[in-house]
């Protein structure tokens, strides 16, 4: 099994035919992914790579049962997308668009309350189950079918770890990417909380970066309520403070914030840190090993 | 995005916050003309940089007459003001700020930002003015009143009110404190800003609310929707290798180490970072070159890489998912070939295209030094710049 993607989930891509979501789509498909439809608005009616294209969410629900939802769309008009996503009952929705404002994602999180759907990112590689359904931009052949769960606010360090763990023959339940920006949906919380109720997931890797307090509110509940060991990484032990490191969240601002506070604070509570990001995928083995 | 303070009060006075009387000047002249303007008998003035803490540097001098503007002001601007804010080169000081100095009986602390915890804008007041607020909330958690604001409803009057009340700002002074605070979050939201604060905010007079100092700062991705507020950007103001580099596409930060980096991805930008130390070294810089980097963009990263001159070393580590390891092999090669690079280059490739990548490289004859994953990368680096 998995986590909140898999090979029944009915994707659509919201931005389907622009030159990005296209690419994109191609790749999900050739993965093996159930894309089911698209929309642009203005161009229902349509077809792009052999599926119909709606004006709207909604349509795309109700025509082609549509529950899982890739936002490819600008950054400017990415959260009237998220918003149109949860009106219309859409349950995952993935967020890819970077540079969304941060005051238009505050009012998507108000408008979620009472909804049932759940958002990864914004500015996510995305949500990738194995072989079986790919939500997102990255690289599909380093991801490998296997029992570990990861978790990570970067995507290219997720690309990194996962090459480490593949290569040592550790393949993953699900990659979940939750994004970089300081205002996002999901949180650690969420995903580990979904992994734990995973049969299988034997293991979770959460990656974590400087800034906010997110990964140690993640550490904290995995103390209290996880049955399965978690490995842990935060980058950016070398960032100097108040300085914002790409993400809009990444930024020093107090002492809890920093990378090694976060580490110490997590093997305290029981999270087996890594502290070289070189060794993600040797810790893995590891601790599947003790 | 930063904005300095007579931007600030600019911005704020057009939303109905009460701000001193006041102008900028960019010479002693205008300060002196300024001054003559507002009247009075006591002036102050603030040189305008990016940088809090300007008092302690010497960049706030009252003057009791306007002689005394003119020579604050020709003191000041085009001085070097260091402040706990600045390093110890400290900040050119192109303008200052005149105001009508003011005679206050109390100080106060409001401020507004975007709270992670809570995923809303939250609003943070206290009783303890023109103190640095996160020092009053460590040492004494029951000044500071924090309140997350539902966006459904804003910032309504009884919150306000509710607010004040547990600042102690009563009786006339609470309808005055009311509308001042719906009127910075009101600027707030309609200006997408990430940061707003007064402090001090202050009762003058025995019984009038004013801004005395305010700060704000833009969310640089909504900025495009405001062009007043884009306008306000001053460049002087920025590390003109980040300006050049963010013209590129790219997201550089200088830092103080001597091997140069060169990345995708800000995680991985970071995680890069820390393996260069692991080993022992110092990283110069932070460089994401983000997704779908053209040769000619990571041609410009290595230009811009070297224009730091304590670089000794480049590490170039990508992990192409929405890049293409091709491109960005075409892109070394163009920069070794056009720019004459002496410092030793580590490349580590992996991804999509990995191997059409590494066959640029091998054919291009450049002697680069190929690294196999990021352990090897940072350690081949750190150990280039001992043995150049």
């Known amino acids: 099994m998995s986590v909140f993607i898999n090979k029944n989930s009915r994707v659509i891509y919201q931005g389907f035919t622009g030159q990005h979501a296209t690419f994109h789509a191609q790749e999900a498909i050739k993965h093996g992914t159930n894309i089911v439809a698209g929309v642009t608005p203005g161009k229902g009616g349509n077809t792009h790579l052999d599926r119909p294209v709606f004006d709207t969410v909604s349509d795309a629900v109700s025509q082609a049962g549509a529950d899982v939802s890739g936002i490819f769309v600008p950054p400017q008009f990415a959260a009237d997308a998220i918003l149109e996503a949860i009106e219309a009952g859409i349950k995952t929705i993935v967020v890819i668009a970077d540079g969304i404002p941060v005051q238009d994602m505050v009012r998507v999180k108000r408008y979620i309350i009472g909804h049932d759907s759940i958002i990864f990112g914004p500015n996510t590689a995305g949500v990738i189950t194995p072989s079986e359904c790919k939500v997102g931009i990255m690289p599909a052949n380093i991801y490998q079918p296997g029992r570990i769960g990861v978790v990570s606010r970067s995507g290219t360090l997720n690309y990194e770890a996962v090459a480490q763990m593949t290569a040592l023959g550790h393949g993953q339940s699900t990659s979940v990417g939750i994004g970089g920006d300081p205002i996002n949906g999901a949180n650690f919380v969420d995903v580990l909380s979904a992994f734990n109720d995973d049969p299988d997931t034997d293991a979770v890797v959460l990656i974590g970066e400087i800034g906010g307090t997110q990964e140690v509110d993640a550490a904290e509940w995995a103390s209290a309520n996880m049955n399965k060991p978690v490995i842990g990484f935060i980058a950016g032990v070398s960032a100097p403070t108040g300085r914002r490191m790409g993400h809009a969240g990444a930024i020093i601002s107090g002492e809890a914030d920093t990378a090694e506070a976060k580490m110490n604070r997590m093997e305290e509570l029981g999270v087996h840190v890594v502290r070289n990001p070189a060794d993600i995928g040797k ?7 003790a | 995005m930063n904005i300095h303070e007579y931007q600030t009060k600019e911005l704020l006075k057009s939303f109905g916050v009460p701000v001193p009387d006041g102008r900028v000047a960019d010479s002693e002249a205008s300060a002196g003309m300024i001054a003559e303007e507002i009247g009075g008998e006591r002036w102050v003035v603030k040189a305008q940089i990016h940088a809090g803490g300007r008092g302690k540097g010497g960049g706030v001098q009252l003057a009791d007459s306007i002689d005394e503007v003119r020579k604050h002001a020709d003191h000041i601007i085009g001085s070097r003001l260091i402040t706990p804010q600045t390093n110890s080169a400290g900040k050119l000081v192109q303008r200052v700020l005149v105001e009508a100095a003011q005679n206050i009986t109390r100080e106060y602390y409001l401020g507004l930002i975007i709270d992670r915890v809570a995923q809303r804008i939250t609003i943070i007041a206290s009783a303890s003015g023109g103190m640095d607020i996160e020092e009053v909330a460590k040492t004494d958690p029951d000044k500071v009143v924090r309140v997350a604001i539902d966006p459904a409803v804003g910032l309504p009057e009884f919150l306000c009110r509710k607010i004040a009340a547990r600042i102690g700002l009563t009786g006339p002074l609470m309808p005055q404190a009311v509308k001042l605070m719906r009127a910075l979050y009101r600027c707030f939201r309609d200006k997408d800003a990430l940061m707003a604060e007064i402090n001090p905010l202050a009762i003058v007079d025995g019984d009038r609310l004013l801004a005395i100092d305010a700060k704000m700062s833009f969310d640089g991705n909504a900025v495009h929707r405001y062009p007043e507020i884009t306008n306000y950007r ?23 180490g001597n091997v140069g980096c060169i990345v995708n991805g ?7 970072m820390d393996a260069i130390s692991l080993h022992g070294g110092a990283p110069a810089n932070f460089l994401d070159v983000g997704g779908g980097a053209s040769p000619e963009k990571i041609a410009n990263a290595f230009r811009i890489v070297r224009k730091d001159p304590n670089v000794k070393a480049i590490l170039l580590n990508i992990f192409a998912g929405i890049n293409r390891c091709d491109w960005v092999a075409e892109g070394v090669v163009q920069a070794m070939q056009k720019q004459a690079i002496s410092e030793p280059v580590v490349v580590r490739l992996s991804g999509t295209n990995y191997e059409l990548g590494q066959e640029i490289l091998k054919k291009s004859g450049l002697p680069f030094i190929h690294a196999k994953d990021l352990d090897d990368a940072a350690g081949k680096a750190v150990g280039a710049v001992g043995n150049p």
């Open chain 2, 234 to 256: 001053d460049f002087d103001e920025e590390d003109p290798k980040e300006v050049e580099a963010s013209g590129h596409g790219l997201n550089y930060i200088a830092l103080d």
């Open chain 1, 283 to 289: 810790t893995v083995d590891r601790v599947l090993k």
């Open chain 2, 266 to 272: 800000a995680g991985l930008a970071m995680a890069t």
